[in-house]
């Protein structure tokens, strides 16, 4: 039987042409395809594209000869420094060791810990120490577990210090308790320096504080410092055991320093026992009583706060009256804030002047001010984050607790003795600090 299909054929017809430039699939030369059926022929020429001209410049920059990275770092310009390591200018062990020294915003050092990763150093162990060093300078405890857990070498102490304080310093004291276990599990011995941070990573736990601080002396045969004596009164202090730190000092095998008594009367004084308050003060200079508290402004150090942005740092002072808008906007917050139940404390104003005057001067502390510029000049939500050269003051610390919930920001504040992350209406210190 005939089959009823008709058979077609192709022949392709290439002209001649130079050596190609362009790779087979771009070729500008015509290509002839010639298809036969049942006698008919049809001639059909195709194009292949043609690829489009290019003028483009190589956008490459060459280094500039001769730079000094060192020298970039120790002037303060870092992100150039960064640049131009990431253009190829040769970094040594000591450029890296610099630049991570220097480095205190988290963009900049992630940048660098590439860089690191890409180098023949990244196994280094003292490089990978200050990576870790300048994420928890950055309050980055996840980043800096991250390098921390990767590294091969963990046996130095001041490594394990640096993650542990670093918890502490941001209100995760459970996984700096959890950091002790695991290098204890590892063999490493503690010291003196090692219970310090322990002790205050217990935060409120009186049962772990009084564990640790007993393993001092039977376990390791450690003799407890006025340093390991604090720790412990802090714990009793925030649990609200005012009496059994009382208790505690007065068996302390050294004699109690000024540090102590006025630790324990700023707990009785949080937790509103007054006679304990008093009995302890009468045991004090008199010009010793008002050093826990909020100092006069005319005191030679004054209160500063820095004011972090993106690219620049904002100073602030108690005396600092040319940031209209800061004043303006805390003035707005101010009302706010009382709608939802905020009463100034004016315990913490010093002067000898009426109630109103007292209250006005506690709502242009300094901190305040510069979280209210904050506020106002960068986006919504960003995370503020202030730095503080003295203690802050407990009208401020319930108030900023207050203003966290209102703008829904996270607001960190860094005071001379930890960090305050304030969010959604509740501070990581539990209050205690």
């Known amino acids: 039987m005939e089959s009823s299909l008709s058979s077609i054929q192709f022949t392709f017809h290439f002209p001649k042409q130079p050596k190609p430039k362009y790779p087979p699939h771009l070729s500008p030369f015509?290509?002839?395809?010639?298809?036969?059926?049942?006698n008919a022929t049809t001639r059909t020429t195709y194009r292949r594209r043609t690829p489009p001209p290019t003028n483009r410049k190589p956008t490459t920059q060459s280094p500039p000869p001769d730079v000094n990275l060192i020298t970039l770092c120790k002037n303060g310009s870092i992100e150039q420094a960064i640049e131009l390591m990431s253009q190829g200018v040769p970094a040594g062990y000591d450029v890296f060791e610099t630049v991570l020294d220097s480095c205190t915003e988290i963009e900049l050092?992630?940048?660098v810990q590439q860089?690191?990763?890409?180098?023949?150093?990244?196994g280094n162990v003292n490089l990978n120490s200050k990576l870790v060093k300048m994420y928890v300078k950055c309050n980055s405890m996840r980043d800096a577990r991250r390098v921390f857990d990767r590294m091969r070498e963990r046996k130095e102490l001041t490594l394990w210090h640096l993650m542990i304080k670093g918890y502490v310093d941001n209100g995760e004291s459970d996984a700096g308790l959890l950091l002790y276990v695991q290098m204890r599990e590892l063999g490493l011995v503690p010291n003196g320096e090692t219970f310090r941070l322990v002790l205050s990573a217990c935060g409120d736990s009186v049962q772990d504080c009084l564990k640790h601080f007993k393993s001092m002396t039977q376990?390791?045969?450690?003799v407890p410092e006025i340093e390991h004596y604090l720790g412990v009164i802090d714990v009793l202090?925030?649990?609200?055991h005012v009496n059994e730190a009382m208790g505690f000092i007065e068996e302390m095998d050294c004699e109690p320093t000024v540090e102590i008594w006025e630790s324990l009367m700023s707990y009785a004084r949080i937790h509103g026992?007054?006679?304990l308050e008093d009995r302890v003060g009468a045991l004090l200079d008199p010009s010793m009583e008002a050093l826990d508290k909020l100092p006069l402004p005319n005191r030679k150090q004054s209160l500063v706060n820095m004011l972090e942005g993106k690219n620049k740092?904002?100073?602030y002072r108690n005396t600092d009256f040319d940031k209209e808008d800061a004043y303006g906007k805390l003035k707005g917050l101010n009302g706010q804030m009382r709608d939802y139940g905020y009463v100034p404390d004016t315990r913490y104003v010093l002067h000898d002047i009426d109630q109103e005057a007292k209250e006005q001067a506690l709502?242009?502390?300094s901190e305040r001010l510069a979280i209210a510029y904050g506020l106002i000049s960068t986006p919504a939500r960003t995370t503020l984050r202030v730095i503080k050269n003295l203690r802050i003051c407990g009208d401020c610390h319930n108030a900023i607790k207050i203003m966290s919930k209102i703008v829904g920001r996270e607001l960190i504040v860094r005071d001379n003795k930890r960090f305050h992350h304030f969010k959604d209406g509740k501070c990581s210190c539990g209050d205690y600090w």
Request: charged residues 25%; aromatic residues 10%.
């Open 363 to 365: 709502m242009y502390h």
């Open 115 to 122: 860089l690191l990763i890409r180098s023949s150093y990244y």
């Open 273 to 275: 026992d007054i006679e």
């Open 237 to 240: 202090g925030k649990a609200g």
């Open 30 to 38: 015509p290509i002839s395809c010639t298809a036969s059926r049942n």
């Open 109 to 111: 050092g992630k940048k």
């Open 219 to 222: 376990e390791y045969d450690l």
């Open 313 to 315: 740092v904002n100073e």
